[in-house]
């Protein structure tokens, strides 16, 4: 079954892209003359020219499946193949072994399940399962528990004769999600129940002074109410289904299979299952982390198109030498800025700017991205201001413990010189690299299958004055060579005879670049370089968003063919709507004349869309045999007097944002600012509604919610209590050091799946029952543990959002985090241990007060 795809219809001959995807016999394919061992797997090659009827083709069965060349699909370019009845022929292939958006046989569907479940995967699967269903046959059915609350109650005795019913009612019990409560009267931190005075003032309930040790409450100020909470016994059977499910997940996300379906798709059962509620399975989709995250995509994008990445590494960060300088003079700034300005917003800022520095420094983004949000994590434990997880702290342990807003840097500040040192020796060793790198795809290109192309320095773009090798255009993915126009050796003297390469470019200077369409689009993205046609791009008009660039093939009876109209260029925009960039693919351009332009050769235009497709889409049928438009390939909109005033109004108004969302005293949230924000780009023609879409990452967003889905399950079945009583009871009569490193551990393990503010929230109280129970256990040294573990998560891309945005563009996958993360955090803590036992060594600190 041989499918033709459109617009591939020329005068007498008819061109499709077979793919073979097993092994056939050549009697399969008319016109076809290679031997049988010739054919492979995953080779593409046209049909021969010739009048032929397309049901004659359908008549041949392949014994896998046949597909037609996707529009618009960048995973597909044109390459030279075999010629064919004595022409050179040129035809789209694929880049990767199947195409994604056609429909998969019952073979090749058999086959991916087969790879999705492996008897490997199955085996550790059970395994997993099994050990899950031991522990939890072992374990006190009793424990399984989770705080639930009642308001407006008259006092603690009311409060404890309440507690008392809900183990007698149990219709009651189920009101809040249970079967029975826990009533305990020792004052110890397992209490159940305890009250604290909340106030209900302006519709938003507020508590303050929480402490499970309040027999009495006292009400000061108007709308304050006594709030009474309890523990309630949850259902067995739903904790193990919840653990059961969850361990499943986990290992199948660590088996690279995509973690939105399974987070989202496990959370669902356990919605079916009625352990948690249809409003909480979406309730991470409509929170303040996640719609800030999805505005921060698009606002992003608008940065990037400024080009105020260029100034920034240029003048801020520098030039390093080596990748351990360019990691200190990254991590120390965003460390600092973290201190003050909200995470998020400062990694959607740097992502860009280091992507484009890393280009430069001949760096993968994937050795500096993962770095940047450790060192975010780092910089927003220095201070209280630094994040959300800090005033949750601040307010759980409050009043026993005053936190200031400099308190956290006395052991902040040397943990984060400390782990900064060490995240960047180790950025360097193979335990950091991104598996999801696809620059291996470009690899394999070569100049047989590339386009020359020249470049021409611009003066003051930032490459003056620097070498080859120290702008880092060798390292875009796609560029195959680079070489100068017009210098040898010879011409700068002996001592660069081995090469021209580190020779200080000068302004106007010209470089020969082979590269692929990819490398093409990233290296016009490069600040410093043009196009040496670039005013010939320019005619095209100023509807930059509409103009893209076009592979095409050159039809057998084209007038490329047989007249100078490529050599033109006032016919080609007046009667194409076009302007020539490269071509022919494969041949080595040594002056500006292009080749000779065979039937069959591929070439690349840049072209208005609207105008072709208004005035010029017959000339273009006739011309081209194929034509594919490639994505995400319109010209950067920089350098006029308007798009300078765009990216000033840009960059004044993301500082703005962060400077406001930074502060809680301004009010304003970074999901709402942003949206304000968001919709100012749209209004300025910064952005489009279609770019606006387009650019956020629907699978982080729903990775997110998903985890906070399964977040929610693990605090109602009781799991999270469970293991945070059982944790802390094993290690309270370790000392200083052994109860320290409980809760570090404690709040790291909890904050890998649940959000890192209910993570402190739920061990808070804990923390300051232990610090009232051993006076030689000072409480600030405990809230300061607390919030270095459960603000730094370095294992797992799910228990940090930083660490899932900067997933796409460093290319990581779930291991990546594993490999390297998991030696970041074993020294983390035990830099933490160290500098908080120095502490009280030196210091000692404040005992915990006496509540009443």
Same mark, same amino acid.
């Given at each position: 079954?041989?499918?033709?795809? +459109? ?61 037609? %060349? ?57 395994? *997993? ?71 209900? *003032? ?41 653990? *059961? ?9 660590? +088996? ?137 702290? +601040? ?21 984060? %010189? ?81 090469? #021209? ?63 100078? %109209? ?120 910064? #952005? ?65 799946? %649940? ?98």
């Amino acid at each position: 079954d041989i499918r033709f795809p +459109q617009n591939s219809f020329s005068k007498g001959s008819i061109w499709a892209t077979i793919s073979i995807m097993h092994e056939a016999h050549p009697s399969s394919f008319p016109g076809a003359e290679r031997p049988a061992q010739n054919l492979q797997p995953g080779v593409s090659f046209p049909a021969a020219g010739g009048q032929h009827n397309s049901d004659e083709y359908r008549g041949h069965a392949l014994l896998g499946h046949t597909r037609t %060349i996707p529009h618009g699909e960048d995973d597909y370019e044109v390459g030279a193949l075999p010629s064919f009845d004595g022409i050179e022929t040129q035809s789209i292939q694929s880049s990767r072994g199947d195409d994604a958006s056609a429909p998969l046989t019952p073979f090749q569907t058999r086959q991916k399940l087969l790879e999705a479940f492996s008897p490997v995967r199955l085996g550790c699967l059970i395994l *997993l399962v099994l050990g899950g269903m031991i522990c939890m046959a072992v374990v006190d059915i009793k424990k399984f528990s989770a705080w639930a609350h009642a308001d407006n109650v008259q006092g603690y005795e009311a409060c404890l004769t309440f507690c008392a019913q809900l183990q007698t009612d149990d219709k009651l019990a189920a009101t809040f999600g249970g079967h029975s409560a826990i009533c305990d009267t020792n004052l110890d931190e397992n209490q159940s129940p305890y009250v604290e005075v909340c106030n209900g *003032l302006g519709g938003k309930k507020s508590c303050r002074g929480a402490t499970r040790l309040a027999h009495e409450a006292k009400l000061e100020k108007p709308g304050d109410f006594v709030r009474c909470n309890f523990k309630v016994v949850k259902p067995f059977w739903k904790a193990l289904v919840t653990s *059961l499910i969850f361990i499943s997940v986990i290992g199948l996300i660590i +088996q690279d299979l995509p973690g939105q379906i399974l987070l989202m798709g496990g959370a669902s059962i356990l919605c079916l299952l009625d352990i948690i509620t249809r409003d909480e399975l979406f309730k991470g989709i409509s929170s303040s982390g996640v719609t800030s995250l999805a505005v921060l995509f698009p606002i992003s994008e608008a940065i990037q198109e400024t080009g105020i990445m260029d100034y920034v590494v240029g003048r801020v960060l520098g030039s390093p030498k080596t990748a351990i300088g360019a990691l200190f003079c990254m991590m120390f700034p965003v460390a600092l800025l973290s201190a003050f300005l909200n995470n998020t917003a400062t990694v959607a800022l740097m992502i860009p700017i280091l992507c484009t520095w890393a280009r430069r420094l001949n760096l993968h983004p994937g050795k500096l991205l993962m770095p940047l949000s450790f060192a975010a994590q780092l910089g927003g434990s220095l201070t209280v201001l630094g994040s959300s997880t800090c005033l949750v702290t +601040q307010s759980v342990v409050a009043p026993a413990y005053m936190m200031q807003t400099f308190d956290l840097a006395l052991v902040g500040a040397p943990l984060m %010189i400390s782990m900064t040192f060490v995240i960047a020796i180790l950025a360097n060793t193979p335990l950091l690299r991104s598996s999801a790198d696809d620059g291996g795809r470009d690899a394999c290109v070569d100049a047989s299958n590339a386009y020359t192309v020249i470049f021409v320095v611009e003066h003051g773009g930032g490459l003056a004055g620097k070498s080859i090798d120290e702008t880092g255009l060798k390292r875009v993915p796609g560029v195959v060579s680079i070489d100068r126009v017009g210098l040898s050796a010879s011409d700068v003297g002996d001592e660069t005879a081995r090469g #021209l390469d580190v020779v200080p470019l000068e302004p106007d200077d010209q470089l020969r670049i082979v590269t692929s369409v990819r490398g093409l689009i990233a290296l016009r993205s490069q600040g410093g370089i043009r196009l040496q046609n670039a005013t010939h791009l320019e005619l095209l008009g100023g509807r930059r968003r509409s103009r893209f660039l076009y592979e095409v093939s050159v039809a057998i009876e084209s007038e490329f063919c047989c007249t100078q %109209i490529i050599t033109s260029i006032e016919r080609l925009r007046q009667e194409l709507g076009a302007a020539f960039v490269a071509g022919p693919k494969g041949t080595d351009i040594t002056n500006p004349e292009p080749h000779e332009v065979l039937p069959g050769s591929a070439l690349l235009f840049e072209a208005d869309e609207a105008w072709v497709d208004l005035h010029a889409r017959g000339r273009w049928q006739l011309a081209f045999s194929l034509v594919r438009q490639i994505p995400k390939s319109s010209p950067l909109r920089v350098g006029g007097p308007v798009d300078d005033l765009r990216g000033l109004v840009v960059v004044i108004g993301m500082v703005v944002l962060i400077g406001l969302c930074s502060f809680p005293q301004t009010g304003v949230r970074l999901d709402f600012g942003g949206a304000i924000f968001l919709m100012m780009l749209v209004g300025i023609r910064s #952005l489009t509604v279609e770019q606006v879409f387009n650019t956020v990452n629907i699978n982080i967003l729903l990775i997110i919610s998903g985890a906070m889905a399964f977040g929610e399950a693990l605090q109602k079945t009781g799991i999270v209590s469970y293991i945070a009583d059982n944790l802390m009871a094993a290690t309270v009569d370790l000392g200083k050091a052994g109860v320290i490193g409980s809760v570090y551990a404690l709040s790291v393990v909890l904050s890998m799946f %649940i959000n890192n503010g209910a993570t402190v929230a739920i061990l808070g109280p804990m923390v300051v029952s232990i610090a009232q129970k051993d006076p030689t256990l000072p409480l600030n040294a405990l809230a300061w543990t607390l919030t270095y573990g459960a603000g730094s998560c370095f294992t797992t891309p799910l228990g940090y959002q930083t660490n899932l945005m900067v997933m796409p563009d460093g290319k990581y996958k779930m291991p990546d985090f594993l490999r390297f993360g998991i030696f970041i955090q074993i020294i983390h803590m035990a830099f933490t241990l160290g500098f908080v036992m120095a502490y009280l060594q030196l210091w000692g600190g404040p005992p915990a007060k006496p509540l009443d």
